[in-house]
């Protein structure tokens, strides 16, 4: 204090003016000094009432940092209120934008609120606590508090500084914002704005006028300084968070309680302590429960914190963050998000809903609206965004259009994938663009346990390619409702942190910063009822409160034992919520109920509307509900979010069958009205309602958009909801919609229901092409669950409905066939005469009848043979080429790749493939391009051209997966299997076999299931489960190449195993399936391959008596095996190795040597490493014996490394081993 004011205060006469302070319309404040003294004072004159202050105490204001009133001269209408100057600078002066040092602000808050403290103990309210009323010493760094309001709280007062106004800083319920009574903690509240701003260095609330305050204090503006990139300990975000709560009943209750908490925090900072774990309010005398702070999850949040620090270097990484319902992710999400954006990260952020109409990448959509909010708010990122997507923008607007404005314009490539066929690598550059070295990005996604399936697809296929990078994804998941085959279970490098419950001291923190210190009855009841889960712990305090069980005595919390024995012991958390729900005005919960209806994140104005309620009354029932602790109003207070699921089953739960039915009727016709657009909502909610016939138009619309985005999931649910909306006597529309239905689920792998649905269409139509079409997809779905027979039976029966024959005499088919060949080679040879002659118009069961023909010769692969399989792929392919290019030329054109296997002729094979996919491309059919390219890459594997096999595959995967084909994906893998196994990759093929059998015993599919188990056997040598392979030979007896295969693993199994005449006879009885269907491709080739294997491995173990026999017999095979491998050669160099082994028998050292090197040469021009290996490690083995010494250290080496590979193979994706 400047000069000596020990004296008290002087009368104003004595002071001379040196300088006016401010001027106000209702005053003056000046600053004088004392003539005789020398002391500096402050004296406001104000022509308004004043009211009292007690005595200032001039000896305790050094400690309480309180500088009141020292005196009051009062005449007529004017009062001068006099206090003395204090030298140092306000917080009003500090240069704009200019954030104070932590340590600082912990000072300015604690001797701030020591000020509080004192005036509140006089029963005051300060009233005036904003920035240049805060004093800090330049000597000593404290700081003071000065000039309480001169009138009675409870307005908006100007203050002292022009410059400044106090509106800043006043409370809601100070400003009328909101109907709390103003006291001690509307001191707390302005505290906690003046604070924010020392640690962020910008207003709270940046307003000029009353309007805006009120407008500001409305839409409740965050209040994490963390979220805006600054780095302070997450106790003061949390105390910050209780100061600024716009309820003042949800503040500190006293002053004392925060100095409590920042003493506390200022101790353990001085320690070393960087980011203290302390529980806020613990200290806080409460009369009624506020949201709690973070409590515990130290060891959880420390494995996220390091995890997502990795993005900040380059790696970034998917983590699933999961817990029982009710254990806190949600809240685990917005501290992970505070964290990240204290570290500079950007956040976004996205969640699925329950209960609510299905929308084609749901949770994709919430990234849209997500990147488009930080567009509007960061130029630079939205641009930066725009610029890495660019040649992605067409997809992205296709899957997402919400952003297309933020998208770049890009031109359509020429050549290569169409817009549809490039969505999949379009999301993963979405997600790889995302964040970027300097600004790394995380994702939060919340409750992907209901998330659409394409979305959460999109998320593994991003973890999957994914080397590094500057992005982390975090997916909450419940694990309540994860099944089996969910498909976050194939998510691939991703690392799980799970929320357990709370144990007892975590759960007393927990109750005790939300209502202060409780008896310990009362604790032991909310242990035993909550077990431990956050969400059920608060729900559970707030019923005994509201329920009087527990209740505020003069010196803290009581406990009525009646009302406590009531209390529901069974732990359910939802009939904890529906006793609260109970509880509520008649007003409020169906208010709520009717939110419940319309979504999670429902409109105040659409769920008054619904309820029945005064717009003008909407706003009290949101803050009651709110205060209650059951809903979340958003930032402009214009919708609202139910703080957990259980709250909105529970408002759900309370309304009758006819109730709820009501309501959903009102929300379609509101929906009608206003969004008319909005398919999927409209035909949900009429479904809802017991109308599904007012949604049918919807329903088909939504299933068709949904279907157009590859989004089966949502049309099947569209497509149900249709069914439910036919009239009776709409027969027509009833036989399109069951076709539709079951062809999504024949896709999704659905199989049984599929059927049940198509039968149904094949019902409802009586004849014609019509009923032909439903009689080939029928023959189709057979063949995708591995009925053979069926499926020919079915699709001969679709071409007898159209007239078209079908050779019922095998006799025919050599005639037939020589014709087809002739037309084939006449539109070879002069294409420009016979392809394309015909208009499509006039083609309709000429195209019908191709694709029959194509779909017979994939059953006739297995039941006839050759001859009868060329023949109906070439009637297919004849058919189809009298016109342009249609989808029916496309299919054809991809079917020859595997027809030319059986001649084979790869090379024709292979460029018929090439062509269907250009034509697809053309016609944009994302579906038929993963089917080509699946072809085109199976052409090539025959020809041993395995990396570009390979690449054409992966291509075709990542299709095939996004449009949900599951027969064809499973497929896909297994032709990714073998490649990977003839590439040498034995734990990526034993991984694939692995993934493509268990999705076979999901979905029903056979031949997945068995060659599945075969490329696992080979790929690991045998080491698979006996019981695996004779639950298989027992199921799959109907199925001949399942069986088959089946019978080649065993085989391979029985070598490893020491057994080689139990698996000559496995592959002996492979052959011989294979033989009696007539099949000769690559893919039935190795079976003699390894059935010499299995002769050679018996002679040399055999008797004399038997081994010229079993020499004889697998000289024989060697001879037959060595002419199929030059047309198939991928088995060439299994075949060469057996056949040196063979002359080493024979003592012909020459002849094996020779053999050897050919199989080593032939291995490399293939990039076969395994096979190499197995060359190596044979030539040495075999050195050995014949003095080859050069070649025994290298097959050591060989075998080592093999051995190697075989190790990793066997335990490739040990998790998901399945033991059915």
């Known amino acids: 204090m400047a000069g000596d004011a020990s004296k008290g205060p002087p009368h104003t006469e004595r002071i001379d003016v040196e300088r006016v302070l401010s001027r106000r319309d209702r005053g003056v404040t000046f600053l004088g000094r004392d003539a005789e003294t020398g002391a500096t004072w402050v004296i406001k004159e104000v022509h308004r009432p004043v009211r009292e202050f007690p005595p200032a105490d001039r000896r305790r204001s050094v400690w309480t940092r309180l500088v009141l009133p020292w005196g009051l001269e009062r005449e007529e209408s004017r009062t001068r209120i006099i206090r003395p100057f204090i030298e140092g600078t306000s917080l009003a002066d500090v240069p704009e934008r200019t954030a104070l040092p932590l340590a600082t602000c912990l000072t300015v808050a604690i ?21 240049s009323n805060v004093i800090l010493d330049p000597v000593t760094g404290r700081a003071w508090l000065v000039d309480p309001s001169s009138e009675e709280p409870g307005g908006i007062d100007g203050g002292t500084s022009t410059s400044e106004p106090l509106a800043r800083y006043v409370s809601p319920e100070v400003a009328g914002a909101s109907g709390g009574p103003v006291g001690p903690a509307s001191d707390l509240y ?175 959509d919430g990234l849209a609206s997500s990147l488009l909010d930080v567009a509007a708010v960061d130029p630079a990122y939205a641009e930066r965004l725009a610029q890495t997507t660019g040649r992605w923008g067409p997809e992205l607007r296709t899957v997402l259009p919400s952003l297309a404005e933020l998208l770049t314009v890009a031109e359509q490539e020429g050549s290569g994938r169409s817009v549809e066929s490039r969505v999949l690598d379009a999301l993963t550059a979405l997600f790889e663009s995302l964040g970027w070295e300097g600004r790394p990005a995380v994702l939060l996604l919340d409750d992907c346990q209901w998330a659409d399936e394409l979305s959460l697809r999109v998320v593994g296929r991003w973890a999957a390619g994914r080397p590094g990078g500057y992005v982390s994804v975090v997916a909450a998941l419940r694990q309540d409702d994860l099944t089996a085959g969910h498909p976050v279970s194939g998510w691939p490098n991703a690392t799980t942190v799970t929320l357990r419950p709370f144990d007892d001291a975590a759960t007393r923190d927990l109750v005790t910063s939300m209502v202060g210190p409780i008896p310990d009855e009362a604790h032991a009841v909310i242990r035993r009822v909550s077990g431990g889960r956050p969400f059920v712990l608060t729900s559970v305090v707030r019923a005994m409160v509201e329920s009087g069980a527990l209740h505020p005595g003069t010196r803290g919390w009581l406990v009525d034992p009646r009302s406590l024995a009531t209390m529901t012991a069974s732990g359910e958390t939802g009939t904890v919520v529906i006793d609260r729900l109970g509880r509520l005005p008649e007003e409020t919960l169906s208010f709520l109920s009717a939110g419940a209806v319309l979504g999670r994140h429902a409109t105040v104005a659409e769920a008054a509307g619904l309820a029945s309620i005064d717009p003008d009354h909407s706003d009290a029932i949101v803050e009651e509900a709110r205060r209650a602790g059951l809903i979340w109003p958003s930032e402009g207070r214009d919708r609202f979010s139910f703080v957990h699921d259980k709250v909105r089953e529970g408002a759900l739960g309370r309304l009758s069958g006819t109730r709820r039915r009501a309501l959903h009727l009102a929300a379609a016709e509101l929906l009608e009205r206003q969004r008319p657009g909005d398919l999927f909502d409209l035909a949900y909610h009429f479904d809802q309602a017991g109308a599904p016939e007012r949604a049918l138009p919807q329903a088909l619309e939504a299933a068709a958009l949904a279907r157009a985005r590859q989004a089966l999931e949502s049309a099947e649910m569209m497509y149900r909801i249709a069914f439910r909306g036919i009239r009776d006597g709409d027969v027509t529309t009833r036989a399109r919609v069951a076709e539709d239905l079951g062809e999504v689920l024949m896709l999704r792998g659905s199989y049984e229901e599929a059927a049940r649905w198509l039968d149904e269409a094949r019902r409802l139509v009586p004849g014609g092409p019509e009923a032909a079409a439903i009689a080939g997809k029928l023959g189709e779905l057979a063949f995708k669950r591995g009925d053979v027979r069926t499926a020919g039976e079915a699709i001969q029966q679709a071409l007898v409905m159209i007239d078209r024959r079908v050779p019922r005499n095998r006799a025919a088919v050599p005639h037939l066939f020589a014709w087809e060949v002739l037309v084939q080679a006449a539109h070879s040879l002069l294409p420009q005469v016979f392809v394309g002659r015909l208009s499509p118009e006039e083609g309709g069961i000429d195209l019908l009848a191709s694709r029959f023909y194509g779909r017979l010769g994939y059953a006739w692969w297995f039941e006839r043979g050759k001859l009868s399989t060329l023949w109906t792929h070439l009637r297919s392919l004849n058919l189809a080429e009298r016109y342009p290019p249609t989808p029916e030329m496309a299919q054809a054109y991809s079917e020859h790749a595997p027809a030319m296997m059986l001649l084979p002729w790869h090379r024709r094979g292979v460029r018929f493939a090439r062509r269907s996919h250009e034509i697809r491309v053309r016609l944009g059919d994302r579906w038929g391009q993963g089917q080509s390219l699946h072809f085109w890459g199976a052409g090539l594997y025959a020809a041993s051209d395995f990396d570009r096999s390979l690449e054409r595959m992966r291509e075709a995967l990542e299709l095939l997966e996004a449009t949900g084909d599951q027969w064809e994906v499973n497929n896909c893998r297994l032709q990714i299997a073998m490649a990977l196994y003839r590439l040498g990759d034995l734990p990526g093929a034993a991984e694939a076999s692995r993934a493509a059998r268990k999705a076979g015993l999901e979905i029903g599919d056979a031949q997945a299931r068995g060659i599945g188990l075969e490329g696992w056997a080979k790929a690991t040598d045998g080491e698979v489960p006996d019981e695996l392979i004779q639950t298989e030979l027992e199921r799959s007896s109907e199925d001949l190449l399942t069986l088959a295969s089946v019978r080649q693993a065993e085989g391979v199994q029985l070598l490893a195993s020491e057994d080689a005449r139990g698996a000559i006879r496995s592959f002996e009885e492979s052959q011989r399936l294979f033989r009696n269907a007539g099949m000769k491709n690559a893919g039935v080739s190795p079976v003699r391959p390894w059935l010499l294997t299995a002769l050679r491995q018996a002679a040399e173990t055999a008797p004399a008596g038997e081994l010229h026999q079993l020499l004889r017999r697998a000289r024989s095979i060697a001879r037959q095996a060595g002419r199929r491998a030059r047309f198939y050669r991928n088995d060439l160099p299994h075949v060469l190795r057996e056949r040196a082994h063979l002359a080493a028998l024979a003592g012909r050292r020459r002849r094996a040597r020779s053999l050897f090197e050919r199989s080593l040469e032939v291995a490399k021009t293939q990039g076969a490493r395994a096979e190499a290996l197995r060359t190596r490690a044979a030539r040495g083995e075999v050195g050995q014996v014949l003095g080859w010494t050069e070649d025994v250290e290298d097959g050591e080496r060989a075998r080592r490394a093999l051995e190697a590979l075989l190790e990793a193979a066997a335990h490739a994706g040990e998790e998901d081993q399945e033991r059915g």
């Open 190 to 364: 302005s505290l906690g704005v003046v604070l924010y701003g020392c640690l962020t260095g910008r207003p709270l609330h940046a307003v000029e006028d009353a309007g805006g305050l009120l407008r500001s204090l409305l839409i409740a503006s965050p209040t994490s300084v963390r979220a805006r990139g600054i780095a302070v300990p997450r106790v003061i975000d949390e105390i910050l968070d209780r100061l600024l709560r716009p309820d003042p009943l949800e503040r500190y209750t006293a002053a004392i309680g925060v100095i409590d908490d920042l003493l506390e925090t200022e101790r353990r900072l001085r320690l070393g302590e960087a980011d203290p774990p302390l529980v806020v309010g613990l200290h806080d005398v409460r009369t009624s429960p506020t949201q709690p702070g973070l409590v515990g999850r130290t060891a959880e949040l420390g494995e996220l914190d390091a995890l997502l620090t990795e993005a900040r270097q380059g790696r970034g990484t998917l983590i699933r963050l999961e817990a029982k319902s009710g254990n806190g992710k949600s809240r685990i999400l917005d501290e992970i998000g505070n964290r990240a954006a204290q570290r500079g990260d950007l956040v976004l952020r996205a969640e699925a809903r329950e209960l609510e109409a299905p929308r084609p990448f749901g949770l994709l």
């Open 111 to 131: 001797d701030s609120l020591r000020a509080l403290d004192t005036i509140h103990g006089l029963g005051l309210v300060h009233g005036a606590v904003k920035a």
